[in-house]
């Protein structure tokens, strides 16, 4: 299972009501970050989630409200005397970035940093159990949305199978499990299709901010298991919202709707709006599987057997 957990839902400045952007992905005991806005860390001691496990961060442009927490949470992160690294993945400009706030001494961090610096469309990070994808967002300045994708898992091990091929209990079944083709003592060989169940698909999320609609959030939010774009504006502003390089609410729910997406969470939502839930059925009307986020509302992700 992945939880979504909205850390900062506002747009611009942070207000009593709603933090900056942060969004955290809770994965097999490990958060993933997508932006880190001033007062990041504060969200995170405000909620159920806590520093020490974060093991990557990407960050989608230079803007402020996306970026002014990060300094302050590796400071944090070497205060609580981290040892694990850290990646932090960004638009080009990130390595300075870090450097410069180094080199006047205001960020000291022990442990390992790794830095990767998005220059064009494709994978930037991948491990097993998944990969990160940027593609092109369109705002005022360079802007990457990501995409999290976890490959699909072999099917379940199906034992009645096994023991009616007389197949051995132990290290055959792991092997036949990973998807490795086997060897009985007997000489004959078993193809794990014969003892797994159909495969099952691996869960994914794409997050696009700050954009107005375009095409990189089509490739990215293609079949995705939750998309999370921004909102900056109420459906009657569309022509400002794009001029400004952002989206309104209606925008978001056509975004979803037209890559296919199962689910759409609205976020970066302007201080200006007081009560978003009243574009609420306008936008469900486009995309019906939509929210508008609060902050530290959590969104689960379930496997589909
Ligand atoms: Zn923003
Ligand atoms: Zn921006």
Not at 183 to 191: I, K, N
Request: aromatic share 6%.
């Amino acid at each position: 299972m992945i939880t979504l957990h909205t850390l900062g839902t506002g747009s611009g400045k942070p207000t009593p009501e709603r933090g900056v952007s942060c969004t955290a992905l809770f994965r097999h005991g490990e958060v993933i970050l997508f932006d880190c806005g001033e007062g990041t860390q504060v969200q995170l001691t405000r909620s159920t989630l806590r520093p020490g496990p974060i093991k990557l961060v990407c960050i989608t442009h230079f803007h402020g409200d996306h970026i002014n927490g990060l300094p302050g949470l590796l400071g944090t992160l070497q205060l609580n005397q981290r040892t694990e690294p850290l990646t932090v993945i960004g638009p080009r400009g990130l390595v300075t970035y870090i450097r410069a706030l180094q080199k006047v001494g205001a960020l000291g961090v022990g442990y390992r940093l790794d830095l990767i610096e998005v220059e064009e469309p494709g994978v930037v990070y991948a491990e097993p159990g998944f990969t990160i994808t940027a593609d092109r967002l369109k705002h005022r300045i360079v802007c990457w949305g990501y995409r999290l994708s976890e490959p699909d898992r072999p099917g379940r091990f199906d034992v009645a199978r096994a023991q009616a091929l007389s197949i051995p209990s132990g290290p055959l079944y792991g092997r036949l499990q990973r998807g490795e083709a086997v060897q009985l003592p007997d000489g004959r060989e078993v193809r794990p299709e014969e003892v797994l169940g159909p495969s099952r698909r691996g869960l994914s999320v794409a997050y696009c901010l700050d954009t107005q609609p375009c095409e990189g959030t089509l490739r990215l939010a293609e079949g995705v298991d939750l998309l999370v774009h921004e909102g900056t504006y109420g459906p009657e502003e569309r022509k400002l919202a794009h001029a400004r390089g952002h989206s309104t609410m209606l925008d978001a729910a056509e975004m979803a709707r037209d890559a296919g997406a199962r689910e759409l969470v609205i976020t970066h939502v302007s201080p200006k709006i007081m009560r978003p839930e009243v574009y609420l059925k306008e936008v469900q009307g486009t995309f019906a599987p939509s929210a508008i986020a609060k902050d530290f509302d959590s969104f689960e992700l379930k496997y589909v057997e």
